[in-house]
Structures are given as structure tokens and as C-alpha cells.
């Protein structure tokens, strides 16, 4: 079973974690079978740690990381894979592949741009 | 005509901006007639000043600010509007409206999840 975890920045404001906590539930509603769980880089809480041992917990053999970040800095670039190099060191059985960012994304960039557009027509 | 400002956090890393580029440009090649401005929250240049300045001095007579952020913390909800209200006061015969973040946006909620989705089909 595949399992799913999508990484946010996290902030202090409690509604940060809206749009991430939207599409869990949009990704889970269309597919139940997969474990699927939220984390955080900073400030909140799980961290992507956790947040993988909740997946491999509920029956995921392997799992996918998608940042959900606009675009790619420190955090996705140099954060991010050290994080995940010393996590899949402890579970070497799990494969962990990472996404790209949700600004790396064709057809976001081309869904972000058609509301910029449809917004001031 | 109507300007557009699309606002981004900023980032060291100068590949950080490669997607708001992108969006710009789409945005641009769409509404070649629209002025069209990054500006960023910090770190990089220009900041949301600059860039509405740069919209009016290319003619527009009322301009919506796009924060292409995933969610709302204390940026778009404390800094944002600071930011804005000291530069609308300046410049009371230009309209300026403020967009939700990108991440308040049902139907990109729905194509993000849609590319989760696909990614782990």
C-alpha cells in the first residue's frame, strides 16, 4: 500500500494549516486506501518524521513526500533532503520518494495563472 | 486598465523566483495589454511598493495584489495589509485590490489534489 504525506512550511496562525488540511481530505476522499497524513517543517506539528511513521503505521511499504511549498528555496533544497536522508536511514525497508514543489508543477503554474486571469477579466 | 501585482514571500535563492516568473509570463502572454509586476515580501526585489509603482507608471488606473502564497499566517494577515494600507494612502486615485492566497482558492485546492492523485496512481 502506497502511502501519501504532504509537507507544508507551518506557522504560528492555527488557519495556515487549512489548504494542506483541504487536500488531505480531497486526496482521501478519492482514494481511502492510502494512508495519508499532513506535516510540517517548522512551528507545527507532526513533523515529517512522524508524520512517516503514521503512514508506515497504518500499512504503507512505500511512500511519497510532496512539498507543498510555491516554489524552491533553502528549506526544499538543503532542509528538506537531510531531513529525509537521516529518516530513511532508520527505515531502510519503506522506500521514501520526494515530489517536486508545487511551483515546478506545469499545470499548477498553468491552474495559478488561469485564476490570476479569470479574476480580472 | 487594470494593473497586476503578484506578491511572493522571497527567498536567498535566486531559483526561487523561477515559478512566479513563470506565472507572470503566462499571465502576460494571455494579457499582453495588462501591466504586469512580481514583488516580493523579503529578500527579494522588488518589494510590493516598487512593483505598484511600476504597474502605474506603465498606466494602470487600478491594480489587484495576488499573494501566491499556499496559506495565510501572519504575512498576508498582519504584513500584507500594514504594507498595503501605507501604500494605498499614498495613492488614493488607484484602486488597489488584495486577492486570497492561493491556497483559499477551491479550484486549486482541487487541481493540487488532482496532481497528488495522479502522482501516486
Redesign the interface.
Known amino acids: 500500500m ?1 502511502g ?1 504525506v ?1 509537507f ?2 507551518g ?3 492555527p ?6 488540511e ?2 488531505r481530505d ?2 482521501r476522499s ?2 481511502p486506501e ?1 494512508p495519508i497524513a499532513l506535516a510540517y517543517l517548522e512551528i507545527m506539528s507532526p513533523g515529517l518524521e512522524e508524520a512517516i511513521d503514521a503512514v508506515i503505521g497504518e500499512g504503507a511499504s512505500s511512500i ?1 513526500v ?1 512539498p ?7 528549506h526544499l ?1 538543503q532542509d528538506l533532503p537531510r531531513i529525509l536522508d537521516a529518516i530513511r536511514a532508520q527505515r531502510k525497508h519503506v522506500p521514501i520518494s520526494l ?1 517536486t ?5 506545469p ?7 488561469t ?3 479569470n ?2 477579466d
Open positions: 502506497h501519501i504532504l507544508a512550511h506557522a504560528r496562525d488557519e495556515w494549516a487549512r489548504p494542506f483541504a487536500i480531497r486526496v478519492s482514494r492510502c511519497t510532496f507543498l511549498f510555491m516554489a524552491q528555496g533553502g533544497k515530489e514543489s508545487v511551483g515546478e508543477v499545470e499548477l503554474l498553468d491552474a495559478i495563472s485564476w490570476v486571469l479574476r480580472v
